[in-house]
């Protein structure tokens, strides 16, 4: 599958994971202790990064192995290599055949799969914690043994190409997300969609992706992470005998893009066969590593944190102009994201009425301060999130591994004493430094009329590529088996 953007508690985890893996209320041990005193971290002399963080509550293991290599590192001509390659991971090496991988770990009780991102391509399992270290094995394996053959590519290319139809040409919103990440990213690679673009898909070879494993995949350019019932010291020993004596790639080509400021409004418009039209609104944000990333956060759940807030209650409930309203903010991209507003309007409601009650929204912001027990009503949603989400080993995971991928796990415990430390002067400030026209980009989806049935409008953000995790995580899409 593939990823982009999420939110704490409402995206990647509990979507996929949450029923197999919610085991009870918060952690007493989450409750009492920080992330730095309950991981534990290693890395071998090949750079591989190891990360562990037991927690005994089911005879459970979840293990990510992350690589640093995403959309962020594709060029022009070569876009979805990243996400191809994810698919070939799983048509084998020397020692297994084609989808060997996961038969093998249904066949001790797991679950297995994967999702390619911007900035990371993650390879995931869950299974019973005696038998993590089949798992390890078998990563270890295709790490740096891949057989890229030219027939398993052909079929692999083909399942992509038609994942892209379904998921991004068969749905207009998506197709909107794509057009407003083009126009609002000029320089860099966030401009385009992690699945690719169809025709560099349709040329792709066998070859680059050769070159792209060769490049990106080995163990100085991933780390492990670890979750559940397991001891420290057995994972760091299994892992040190699998994966010690794998090498390269000691360099791997650096990505020098960088946006350059925006100095005006950008708008788009796509024209698509659509029962409703869609609009989306979209401004350039720093990310998790910049002091104004707390209060971003907050003000998006003021906007759209649940049904008493401000997009839901006032477009949707009270003035009946939209069919949902909501907004993102994607704070663990590696390099600045972007803070989006998206909405999809009732019948019979002009679109650009609809554009002009979001704009009002954001101006409301950037012009009065926000009320205590509103303030804290969204800090409390957001507090109550991050915390419960830690019943699942794999969110668990999720988190450590995005942190790790943004620079030092240890971000994480920094999270909540930072949105705690949010007032109303704060929201107001980062509303007027970053929503503003200048920096604004508005898509607007046209419907088009053509005597053929429409497609069923889907709500809720169902097409946006980003964020995930909604408000905040986007995008995912599970690879077909």
Known sequence: MNVSARRWGGGLARALWSAALLVGCASPSFAGATYAERVRERELPNG???????????????????????SRNERPGYTGLSHLLEHMMFQGTKKLGPEEYSRIVRRNGGEDNAFTMRDATVYFASIASDRYDVVLSMEADRMRHLLLREEAFETERSVVEEERRLRNEDRPAAEL???????????????????????????????????????????????????????????????????????????????????PPQEGERRVELGRPAELPYVAVAYHVPNALHEDSAALEVLAAILAQGKSSRLYDRLVYRKRKALFATASYDRTSLDPGLFVLHAQPLPGVPVAELERHLLAEVARLREEQVGEEELERAKTALEADFVFAQDSLFYQAMLLGEHELLGDWRLLDRYLPAVRAVDAEDVREVARRYLVRKNRTVGVLSPERTGKAPAAPKPHGA???????????????????
Request: overall charge neutral.
């Open 48 to 70: 591989l990064r190891v990360l562990v963080l037991e927690d005994h509550k089911a005879p459970v293991a979840v293990l990510q192995l992350w690589y640093r290599v995403g």
């Open 463 to 481: 097409g946006a590529e980003r964020p995930v995790t909604v408000v905040r995580r986007s995008d995912v899409r599970e690879r077909d088996r």
């Open 177 to 259: 997300f794509e057009l407003l990440s083009a126009t609002a990213y000029l320089a860099h690679p966030y401009q385009w969609p992690v699945i690719g673009w169809r025709d560099d898909i349709g040329k792709a070879t066998v070859e680059d992706l050769r070159e792209y494993y060769r490049s990106y995949y080995g163990p100085a350019n991933a780390f492990l992470v670890v979750v559940g019932d397991v001891r420290a010291d057995d994972v760091f020993r299994k892992v040190r005998r699998l994966f010690g004596r794998l090498e390269g790639p000691e360099e791997v080509p650096p990505v020098r893009a960088v946006e």
